[in-house]
Protein backbone atom coordinates (compact mmCIF):
# COMPACT_ATOMS: atom_id res chain seq x y z
CA UNK A 1 0.00 0.00 0.00
CA UNK A 2 2.76 2.25 0.32
CA UNK A 3 3.80 2.99 -3.08
CA UNK A 4 0.18 4.06 -3.76
CA UNK A 5 -0.33 6.42 -0.67
CA UNK A 6 2.73 7.89 -1.81
CA UNK A 7 1.28 8.54 -5.24
CA UNK A 8 -1.81 9.67 -4.12
CA UNK A 9 -1.08 12.21 -1.59
CA UNK A 10 1.78 13.14 -4.91
CA UNK A 11 -1.39 13.75 -6.72
CA UNK A 12 -3.80 15.53 -4.37
CA UNK A 13 -0.72 17.44 -3.19
CA UNK A 14 -0.19 18.24 -7.18
CA UNK A 15 -3.86 18.96 -7.60
CA UNK A 16 -3.23 22.09 -4.82
CA UNK A 17 -2.10 24.07 -7.54
CA UNK A 18 -5.14 24.26 -8.70
CA UNK A 19 -6.66 25.81 -5.44
CA UNK A 20 -7.73 25.20 -1.91
CA UNK A 21 -11.38 23.86 -3.24
CA UNK A 22 -10.42 21.60 -5.17
CA UNK A 23 -7.77 19.47 -3.36
CA UNK A 24 -10.67 19.66 -0.59
CA UNK A 25 -13.18 18.36 -2.97
CA UNK A 26 -10.26 15.37 -3.81
CA UNK A 27 -9.89 14.84 -0.43
CA UNK A 28 -13.61 14.38 0.14
CA UNK A 29 -13.27 11.90 -3.13
CA UNK A 30 -10.74 9.78 -0.99
CA UNK A 31 -12.86 9.59 1.93
CA UNK A 32 -15.05 8.31 0.28
CA UNK A 33 -13.55 5.82 -1.62
CA UNK A 34 -11.34 4.79 1.73
CA UNK A 35 -14.45 4.20 3.61
CA UNK A 36 -17.06 2.48 1.06
CA UNK A 37 -16.79 -0.35 3.12
CA UNK A 38 -18.02 1.46 6.27
CA UNK A 39 -20.91 2.25 4.10
CA UNK A 40 -21.05 -1.21 2.84
CA UNK A 41 -21.26 -2.76 6.63
CA UNK A 42 -23.57 0.13 7.54
CA UNK A 43 -26.60 -1.07 4.54
CA UNK A 44 -26.15 -4.68 5.73
CA UNK A 45 -26.16 -3.98 9.11
CA UNK A 46 -29.48 -1.79 8.41
CA UNK A 47 -31.19 -4.61 6.78
CA UNK A 48 -30.07 -7.29 8.60
CA UNK A 49 -32.03 -5.63 11.73
CA UNK A 50 -34.86 -4.61 9.81
CA UNK A 51 -35.31 -8.33 8.90
CA UNK A 52 -34.60 -9.17 12.59
CA UNK A 53 -37.52 -7.29 13.63
CA UNK A 54 -40.13 -8.20 10.67
CA UNK A 55 -39.52 -11.95 11.85
CA UNK A 56 -40.02 -11.15 15.15
CA UNK A 57 -43.36 -9.29 14.72
CA UNK A 58 -44.03 -12.14 12.71
CA UNK A 59 -43.41 -14.66 15.27
CA UNK A 60 -44.88 -12.36 17.82
CA UNK A 61 -48.03 -12.42 15.90
CA UNK A 62 -48.08 -16.54 15.80
CA UNK A 63 -47.66 -16.50 19.69
CA UNK A 64 -50.89 -14.59 19.16
CA UNK A 65 -52.96 -16.92 16.50
CA UNK A 66 -52.28 -14.09 14.40
CA UNK A 67 -51.32 -13.83 10.31
CA UNK A 68 -51.19 -11.37 7.99
CA UNK A 69 -53.38 -11.11 5.16
CA UNK A 70 -51.50 -10.23 2.57
CA UNK A 71 -54.12 -10.19 -0.43
CA UNK A 72 -56.29 -7.65 2.19
CA UNK A 73 -53.68 -5.87 3.99
CA UNK A 74 -54.78 -6.55 7.62
CA UNK A 75 -54.25 -8.79 10.52
CA UNK A 76 -56.38 -11.68 10.57
CA UNK A 77 -56.79 -14.75 12.84
CA UNK A 78 -55.39 -18.17 12.00
CA UNK A 79 -54.99 -20.93 13.77
CA UNK A 80 -51.84 -23.18 14.00
CA UNK A 81 -50.89 -26.88 15.03
CA UNK A 82 -48.05 -27.59 17.56
CA UNK A 83 -45.42 -28.43 15.48
CA UNK A 84 -45.89 -24.51 13.49
CA UNK A 85 -45.80 -23.37 16.91
CA UNK A 86 -42.84 -24.98 18.30
CA UNK A 87 -40.48 -23.85 15.34
CA UNK A 88 -41.88 -20.86 15.67
CA UNK A 89 -41.29 -20.47 19.68
CA UNK A 90 -37.62 -21.91 18.09
CA UNK A 91 -36.86 -19.08 15.45
CA UNK A 92 -38.59 -16.62 18.13
CA UNK A 93 -36.31 -17.34 20.49
CA UNK A 94 -33.15 -17.72 18.50
CA UNK A 95 -34.21 -13.90 16.83
CA UNK A 96 -34.54 -12.29 20.37
CA UNK A 97 -31.07 -13.82 22.00
CA UNK A 98 -29.37 -13.05 18.71
CA UNK A 99 -31.60 -9.24 18.40
CA UNK A 100 -28.93 -7.37 21.05
CA UNK A 101 -25.87 -8.60 18.67
CA UNK A 102 -27.37 -7.30 15.36
CA UNK A 103 -28.30 -3.94 17.18
CA UNK A 104 -25.10 -3.25 18.69
CA UNK A 105 -23.41 -4.19 15.25
CA UNK A 106 -25.70 -1.95 13.45
CA UNK A 107 -25.33 1.23 16.19
CA UNK A 108 -21.69 0.92 15.60
CA UNK A 109 -21.72 1.06 11.87
CA UNK A 110 -24.35 3.73 12.34
CA UNK A 111 -22.27 5.98 14.33
CA UNK A 112 -19.19 5.21 12.09
CA UNK A 113 -21.22 6.07 9.10
CA UNK A 114 -22.64 9.32 10.64
CA UNK A 115 -19.19 10.17 11.28
CA UNK A 116 -17.67 10.17 7.89
CA UNK A 117 -21.19 12.16 6.50
CA UNK A 118 -20.45 14.02 8.76
CA UNK A 119 -16.30 14.70 7.82
CA UNK A 120 -17.49 15.20 4.75
CA UNK A 121 -19.64 17.55 5.56
CA UNK A 122 -17.99 19.82 7.00
CA UNK A 123 -15.56 19.66 3.87
CA UNK A 124 -18.11 20.37 1.77
CA UNK A 125 -18.93 23.47 4.07
CA UNK A 126 -15.72 24.55 3.60
CA UNK A 127 -15.54 24.55 0.19
CA UNK A 128 -18.65 26.14 0.06
CA UNK A 129 -17.52 28.80 2.06
CA UNK A 130 -14.26 28.82 0.37
CA UNK A 131 -16.13 29.81 -2.96
CA UNK A 132 -18.62 32.03 -1.46
CA UNK A 133 -16.17 34.21 0.36
CA UNK A 134 -14.45 37.04 -2.20
CA UNK A 135 -11.21 36.00 -1.03
CA UNK A 136 -9.54 38.16 -3.94
CA UNK A 137 -10.97 41.04 -3.31
CA UNK A 138 -10.31 41.41 0.05
CA UNK A 139 -6.70 40.07 -0.13
CA UNK A 140 -6.28 43.22 -3.14
CA UNK A 141 -7.49 45.59 -0.71
CA UNK A 142 -5.46 44.60 2.00
CA UNK A 143 -2.11 44.30 -0.19
CA UNK A 144 -2.51 46.96 -3.21
CA UNK A 145 -5.69 49.10 -2.37
CA UNK A 146 -4.92 51.32 -5.25
CA UNK A 147 -5.73 48.96 -7.98
CA UNK A 148 -9.40 48.49 -6.53
CA UNK A 149 -11.82 51.28 -8.00
Not at 12 to 20: M, N, Y
Not at 30 to 45: D, E, K, P
Not at 55 to 79: E, I, M, P, T, Y
Amino acid sequence: MSPFIERILWHVGLSACLGLTVALSILSDIIALLTFHIYCFYVYGARLYCLKICGLSSLWRLFRGKKWNVLRQRVDSCSYDLDQLFIGTLLFTILIFLLPTTALYYLVFTLLRLLVVAVQGLIHLLVDLINSLPLYSLGLRLCRPYRLA
